[in-house]
């Protein structure tokens, strides 16, 4: 079956600690997305990639990093600089034009110790 | 500026009536697109339906239909025939073609939809 896979489903992080959540599918899709979403709220953009070894800031990209070195992952580190990372994270890749439909994966719920 | 507006927190609709959610966009594209998202209390986003701005007819998918009204700038959601499973975080989402020429989705912030038996 064809599909995104997130894990884990549960992370916990201490103070000052760098914790990187994983994103992998095989859809063969070129582009993938990290959002963000807390209580109550709608998705905002951390970080795309379009193609391998290139990658873009969203809406809200400070406090995170990515790296996109294979087509089918692309996971996120969560850094000790962003001071509110209790959030959900959700992470998409994008078929093909003319509807460019994002497909998500199950999400990791974060929450800091 | 918000560019994508669901002005209903909650809905709640009995077992097999229909229920209409509603979603406003703001754009200056021509070429665009909309769409719907259903989002359970397990978290995962589950794509519904898709409207391309040059698309002439409503785009219809099984018990959905998306009321696409391109001058009022509205892009609702219909589902007939609402069953208990419908309950869920409901999203309406607009892709947007940035200046790297990728495209990213824009988010309303939902609206919660109860059916009751």
């Known amino acids: 079956d064809g599909g995104i896979t997130q894990s884990p489903k549960y992370l916990f992080r201490k103070e000052g600690q760098n914790v990187t959540l994983s994103c992998e599918q095989n859809l063969n899709h070129d582009a993938m997305y990290w959002y963000r979403q807390d209580p109550g709220q709608g998705l905002r953009l951390i970080y795309y990639?379009?193609?391998?070894?290139?990658?873009q800031k969203g809406d809200i990209a400070e406090g995170y990093s990515v790296s996109r070195e294979k087509k089918e992952s692309f996971p996120l580190t969560v850094t000790s600089a962003q001071k509110n990372p209790t959030a959900f994270y959700l992470c998409?890749?994008?078929?093909?034009?003319?509807?460019?439909?994002?497909?998500f994966g199950p999400g990791t719920r974060l929450l800091v110790l | 500026a918000q560019k994508i507006t669901q002005t209903q927190p909650g809905m709640f609709v009995q077992e097999k009536e229909a229920v209409t959610l509603d979603c406003t966009y703001d754009t200056s594209d021509q070429s665009y697109g909309l769409f719907w998202y259903k989002q359970p209390s397990s978290g995962e986003m589950i794509f519904l339906i898709y409207?391309?701005?040059?698309?002439?007819q409503n785009a219809t998918e099984g018990r959905y239909s998306l009321n696409f009204q391109k001058a009022r700038k509205s892009a609702n959601l219909v589902i007939s025939a609402s069953q208990l499973g419908d309950s869920a975080m409901y999203f309406c989402a607009m892709r947007e073609r940035l200046n790297s020429g990728y495209s990213t989705l824009t988010f309303g912030k939902g609206t919660m939809l109860l059916v009751s038996p």
């Open positions: 998409a890749s994008r078929g093909l034009a003319p509807e460019e439909t994002q497909y």
């Open positions: 990639s379009q193609i391998v070894n290139d990658f």
């Open positions: 409207q391309g701005s040059y698309d002439e």
